[in-house]
């Protein structure tokens, strides 16, 4: 049984690989020719960028591979052997806390690199060293509580249940939706959160909101600008607790009409319920990984050197379940796609098609997003359509992107006479 789990992890790695090396190849040759949708030294700029995130994450697919058998060696047993004092639920979330603590510093140098090296160069990361030990440590306290609360209630439901896997699908399936209820809440912790300053804005979004009947806890501006230089807006939580957030980023580069175009757009995603929807989808996926795990045979565990408990079932499902997060992301990433179409076309009615084209011009080019992609890579990761598409379907012409040139050609004389 582990020869065929190991024999479907090596497809998953080798099918993502070989995706990766045909995207880094297709856009080191895309950005040698001319610029599509952004200005030709923002384009040349991305496709630099999307090459070397593109690259670093190979190199931390490969070592994850290395990782993987390394821990189904002997690694897993030896934290069995330094949890042996321990039993039962107690078991499990000492068990799992230890492998997910030792995964995150065996993967931090990543995390670093991409951070203070990568995202630096290209002027997005605004990140110190003080603020990212601070995030570091509130993110890993609250991911410990909640990591093993859910992992002591899935343990006595495995010992309680014959037919766990149901029971313990229910139990996280209702989690994920406490989790997206309290998610702004968590925000806060991170980020300041405050009315928008600007008191037109607000009166515009809340009209907007209006208009369509939309109820929000209200509307707030995020400092994100001290982590990430990059654009962007999102509706967060349910219910009662949803609210509108706009980065600051966002409100310094777009205009008024702009950002309601943006905000449309959001508002499409919550009229047309993709966010049930996304909550259903992932809950079908929830349950097709609790079947599969929650019937595994007893050949399995012997053959890891794991005694059949909730501790070794936990930890199977999450080194195991990759790979079929993996094969079904074509599916949701489909469906995703569509979803984007459908919000485009509710947020140009809301606004107008040439604000959300200006809108989604800027975005791109302020967050140096590479327009063009291989297929393959296309087919397994874009949740959203490639920008080019989207943009078709708007009936953009190319005309949009004239004031973003002569922008850039001003900023480069301006350059060049303080040169002087």
Not at 107 to 121: M, N, Q, R, W
Not at 172 to 181: A, H, K, P, Q, Y
Not at 292 to 305: S, V, W, Y
Not at 377 to 386: C, D, T, V
Request: contains cysteine; charged residues 20%; proline residues 3%.
């Amino acid at each position: 049984m582990l020869e065929i789990a190991i024999a479907g992890y090596c497809v998953y790695f080798l099918v993502s690989i070989y995706t990766s090396f045909m995207q880094v190849d297709y856009v080191k040759r895309a950005k040698g020719g001319d610029a599509v949708i952004l200005t030709p030294s923002k384009f040349i700029e991305a496709g630099n960028y999307s090459v070397e995130t593109q690259r670093l994450s190979m190199v931390g697919s490969f070592y994850d591979f290395i990782l993987f058998f390394i821990w189904i060696s002997f690694g897993l047993q030896f934290i069995d052997e330094l949890t042996l004092g321990f039993i039962g639920w107690q078991k499990a979330v000492v068990f799992i806390d230890s492998f997910i603590i030792i995964n995150w510093i065996l993967g931090l140098p990543f995390e670093l690199y991409s951070t203070f090296k990568i995202d630096k160069k290209y002027g997005f990361s605004n990140m110190t060293a003080k603020l990212y030990i601070q995030d570091t440590i509130k993110s890993g306290i609250i991911s410990l509580i909640v990591i093993s609360a859910v992992v002591a209630g899935l343990s006595w439901i495995i010992e309680s249940f014959p037919a766990w896997w149901i029971w313990g699908f229910v139990f996280t399936f209702i989690i994920l939706i406490f989790i997206n209820m309290l998610a702004p809440y968590f925000m806060m912790l991170f980020n300041k959160f405050e009315p928008l300053k600007d008191k037109e804005l607000s009166q515009k979004i809340e009209n907007l909101l209006d208009s369509v009947g939309f109820k929000s806890g209200g509307v707030f501006s995020s400092d994100a600008s001290k982590r990430d230089n990059r654009l962007n807006a999102y509706f967060g939580g349910l219910g009662s607790s949803k609210r509108v957030v706009l980065f600051d980023t966002l409100i310094e580069k777009l205009t008024h009409n702009e950002l309601l175009a943006v905000l449309g757009h959001e508002l499409g995603h919550a009229k047309n319920g993709d966010i049930y929807k996304n909550i259903g989808i992932m809950g079908v996926v929830f349950l097709t990984i609790f079947a599969i795990f929650g019937n595994l045979p007893e050949e399995l565990f012997l053959q890891l050197h794991l005694n059949n408990e909730p501790y070794a079932i936990l930890t199977v499902i999450m080194m195991f379940s990759s790979p079929i997060f993996f094969f079904l992301m074509p599916l949701m990433s489909a469906m995703s796609r569509h979803n984007e179409y459908e919000a485009d076309k509710f947020g140009s009615d809301l606004a107008t098609k040439d604000d959300l084209v200006n809108a989604l011009l800027k975005l791109a080019n302020e967050n140096k997003s590479f327009p063009l992609s291989h297929p393959l890579y296309i087919f397994f990761f874009y949740s959203h359509p490639p920008l080019v598409e989207r943009l078709k379907e708007l009936g953009y012409t190319g005309a949009g992107i004239a004031q973003l040139k002569e922008d850039e050609a001003l900023k480069s004389e301006c350059d060049i006479e303080d040169d002087k």
